[in-house]
């Protein structure tokens, strides 16, 4: 039988029970021919560097040589990747995982590594430890797109009055010029999927701890709240800068679809394989969809942001053209009687742009003439068509638009 004897003072006495005529205090009575009446005196001290009481025991942990053998084992053997730093290291990972972004083939690198940040200070770490973590990495992340905007912005000729970027008559050097925002736009959202998850955590956790702890946890999730908007922010930020340079590119393209009229009747696009057999006319613009394709396929971009760049860019297509129709008038030039093949403002397009309000018209470098129509291009005989036609024809468009479109 083992008998566990509780030492609860700074010093314990092991001995004999005294008589009760004799003096002695003794914490812990044994019974043997060999015991004295005081035996010995167990005190409480710190271990120190060379003491055998502390031999081959973890300093961190306090586990023995073999429980950590065991541990390291099962740490090779595992196929889940763990990522373990001790909390004074812990800034100079943040900022070490930071500067990977871009210096590696895997794009999606900082994300993983910073969630792996994450679920280490869930592990191992105080509760109270995670917010700060949250907080400090999308500070982190902030200043990186922060610096990589500036630059960005400088070698793509921010500020050039009404006219293209230095670098917009190749889409292929734009992309690679837009290649650093991508990345963080595409690691940013990941981030915020993963504290969200975090949050969940702590949210279904607040549920069942009950009142003790509401308000403890209640503050670690505004803290977290407040994190997810700094990479809600960061995301905004690097989707509004790449659209922007990439409708400033498609801007100075989208013209010569209506000056080389690549859709007649003879242009036959069903069997156009590469970009080199299109018509000359729609080159460019295909060009510029292409390489943006690529990029979003390369930088590894979420599918709802892919989808929302194309909406914007296919949209800003069909009001850009429409509007130059608009500037020109009948008198100079026809419209493609094939005009109607080309596609219409993207419904997904719609859906999101509006709640921005007129902020994100501002990146345009038509926002003062955007018209939200769905017919970009129109056949020469429109004013001549009978109005339940013209009704039938377009559906999309309100009898107000459609007048205002015949008046105007």
């Known amino acids: 039988d083992f008998v566990i004897y509780v030492m609860t003072r700074r010093r314990h006495v092991f001995g004999r ?3 009760p005529d004799k003096g002695g205090y003794v914490d812990t009575f044994l019974s043997a021919p060999d015991i004295l009446p005081r035996h010995c005196c167990v005190r409480e001290a710190e271990l120190a560097t060379g003491l055998r009481a502390g031999a081959f025991s973890c300093q961190a942990c306090g586990r023995s040589l073999q429980e950590r053998q065991d541990a390291f084992q099962a740490y090779v053997e595992s196929r889940e990747p763990e990522l373990r730093y001790r909390p004074q290291e812990e800034e100079a990972l943040l900022r070490e995982i930071n500067r990977l972004q871009g210096a590696t083939t895997f794009n999606l690198a900082p994300a993983f590594l910073l969630g792996l940040c994450l679920e280490h200070s869930t592990r191992v770490l105080e509760p109270s430890h995670l917010p700060r973590l949250v907080t400090r990495m999308a500070q982190l992340v902030k200043e990186a797109v922060w610096v990589k905007g500036e630059d960005q912005g400088g070698r793509l000729g921010v500020g050039v009055p009404h006219g293209t970027p230095r670098c917009c008559s190749r889409p292929k050097e734009v992309a690679a010029d837009l290649r650093p925002l991508m990345l963080w736009m595409a690691n940013a959202m990941e981030l915020l999927n993963l504290v969200q998850k975090k949050v969940l955590d702590m949210e279904k956790e607040l549920d069942l701890e009950g009142s003790s702890h509401d308000a403890l946890l209640s503050s ?8 997810m908007v700094v990479l809600d922010e960061v995301i905004m930020s690097t989707f509004q800068q790449s659209v922007y340079y990439l409708t400033k590119t498609l801007y100075s393209a989208l013209p010569a ?5 690549p859709f007649t009747a003879t242009a036959d696009l069903s069997h156009a394989q590469e970009l080199s057999s299109m018509p000359e006319g729609i080159r460019g613009t295909l060009a510029i969809y292409q390489a943006t394709l690529e ?33 020109r008038g009948q008198g100079q030039g026809t419209v493609p009687s094939r005009g109607r093949q080309l596609p219409p403002s993207p419904r997904v397009g719609t859906g999101w742009l509006w709640p921005w309000g007129d902020g994100i018209w501002g990146l345009s470098p038509l926002g003062g003439h955007s018209s939200p129509w769905t017919s970009p291009l129109l056949p020469p005989l429109l004013p001549q068509a009978t109005w339940s036609r013209l009704r039938s024809d377009y559906p999309a468009l309100t009898p107000a638009q459609l007048h205002h479109l015949l008046s105007h």
Request: glycine letters at 2%.
């Open 17 to 19: 029970r005294p008589q």
């Open 220 to 227: 670690d999730l505004e803290t977290c709240d407040e994190a």
């Open 295 to 327: 990029l979003t396929r390369e930088c590894e971009l979420h599918p709802d942001l892919v989808s929302q760049t194309f909406g914007y860019l296919f949209f800003f297509s069909n009001a850009s053209l429409f509007n130059t129709l608009m500037e």
């Open 257 to 261: 679809l209506l000056d080389s009229n």
